[in-house]
């Protein structure tokens, strides 16, 4: 080899050599800086995750410090003895309630039953079907008499698994009061409108007890349960005159769901489930990341709702509508978002049934003081019972009554504020209507 060709050997190996160190010292750089950048990125994320469980702690201290309960054993500190749980009492009729589903499931879809008018046939089939299943209204009187409602349920491992007890209480509780109300006509087709009365208090009793079932889903169904209570009470003012006893067990009845305590006993409950499952299934679950600390402020969030939500639960609707509202505009956690829209819409049932409660509890008053009839225009100021029992939910404005040649309507103008002049088949507004042909409600 020649000595030239050495040379430029020599000179290519150096070049390389001193173009290889500068690679050398960028990617060194560029090491460092991710270095650096995951450095500042773990203490980012570890700073952030100490803020949220501090915030997070926070406020789970304040609710310790008020004696909030934060899991089902502390909610049901004081167990109430199982012969006086409302709960015992319907899971000792489920036998009878699940062959009455089988006996009643046609009936129960017609509109005879809607309207607690049984046909001639119809009500041979309801007469064989009680006889056969007399222990079950024997057992869902003796829930109705309890003093309370504790569920069963625990919340377990996976909360979501635990929710089909729940689910499934409900469902046999809203059978058990359907099975009542189908009685309650078969009563009034006979004749026995003291007994459907009866029944129908009854009813209203335990609809209170089944709005004690845990969480929101529980008060919904304690809800629609009510709903069939007071269409019951509703139909008996319609087709009876009553004494003045009576009446006035009507009115007390109907007092006692003026209470917001099952609405607030399922925000409790709510957030105690809500609270497992963040722990079960968010912070110990697949969703375990770097952003851990996202999950815990979505959980703050998710306790700051729930406390303005009980805050504002004994407060009349019409004064804490603009706040209600606003919470929509509440720049919350993803989780928060997705359950805020049935916290609202829990609230607004609340309402609505509040609303239909104090109805019947108007027209019957308005009954007791007009027996032969109510006029066009009845002086509500003259009845007895306090100013906030005839007063709209929704606007805090008395009731409306609207008395025509065919009926009488007592109602609410309901969640959009209008009068929509009585109109209750779309739920516009709510409240009750009693046809005048009927022997209980003569107009002047």
């Known amino acids: 080899m020649s000595e030239s060709n050495l040379q430029t050997q020599k000179k290519t190996a150096g070049n390389k050599k001193q173009s290889a160190r500068p690679k050398r010292k960028l990617w060194r750089k560029i090491l460092i800086v991710l270095g650096l950048l995951l450095v500042l990125g773990l203490g980012y994320n570890a700073f952030r995750s100490w803020q949220a469980s501090s915030q997070l702690e926070s406020r789970l201290a304040k609710l310790r410090d008020r004696g909030e309960p934060l899991t089902y054993d502390e909610l049901y500190a004081k167990a109430l003895p199982e012969d006086d749980n409302a709960q015992t009492w319907i899971r000792r009729a489920r036998p009878h309630t699940e062959q009455l589903n089988l006996l009643l499931n046609d009936y129960l879809s017609t509109e005879e039953y809607q309207s607690l008018r049984p046909n001639v046939e119809q009500m041979k089939m309801l007469q064989v079907a009680f006889e056969q299943h007399a222990e079950a209204i024997i057992q869902y009187a003796r829930a109705a008499d309890c003093s309370g409602y504790q569920s069963d349920w625990r919340i377990g491992a996976q909360p979501s698994k635990s929710l089909e007890l729940n689910m499934k209480n409900g469902s046999e509780t809203r059978s058990v009061l359907r099975h009542c109300s189908a009685r309650a006509g078969l009563l009034m087709a006979e004749g026995q409108f003291g007994e459907a009365l009866k029944l129908g208090l009854q009813m209203l009793s335990l609809s209170r007890r089944a709005e004690h079932e845990p969480m929101i889903i529980g008060y919904l169904v304690g809800t629609a349960c009510r709903v069939l209570s007071l269409n019951v009470i509703a139909r008996v003012l319609e087709r009876s005159p009553l004494t003045d006893q009576q ?93 805020l829209p049935a916290f609202l819409g829990a609230r607004n049932a609340h309402d609505r049934t509040l609303a239909r409660v104090r109805c019947v509890r108007l027209l019957n008053a308005l009954q007791r003081k007009s027996p032969e009839g109510i006029p066009d225009k009845p002086a509500l100021s003259e009845l007895p019972g306090t100013e906030e029992s005839r007063q709209d939910p929704f606007t805090g404005n008395p009731l409306m009554v609207r008395v025509t040649d065919e009926a009488v309507v007592v109602y609410s103008v309901g969640l959009n504020g209008t009068d929509d002049g009585g109109s209750l088949d779309d739920q516009e507004d709510q409240g009750i209507r009693v046809e005048l042909k009927e022997a209980g409600s003569l107009r002047e």
């Open 247 to 339: 009446r006035q067990q009507i009115d007390s009845a109907l007092a006692d769901c003026e209470s917001a305590d099952g609405f607030q006993h399922a925000l409790v409950s709510e957030r105690i489930y809500g609270l497992a499952s963040f722990r079960a299934d968010i912070f110990g679950g697949p969703m375990r990341s770097m952003v851990m600390w996202k999950f815990k402020l979505d959980a703050c969030d998710y306790l700051d709702l729930m406390d303005e939500m009980n805050r504002l639960a004994t407060r009349p609707r019409h004064a804490v509508a603009d706040e209600l509202n606003g919470l929509t505009d509440r720049e919350v956690g993803p989780l928060t978002a997705l359950v």
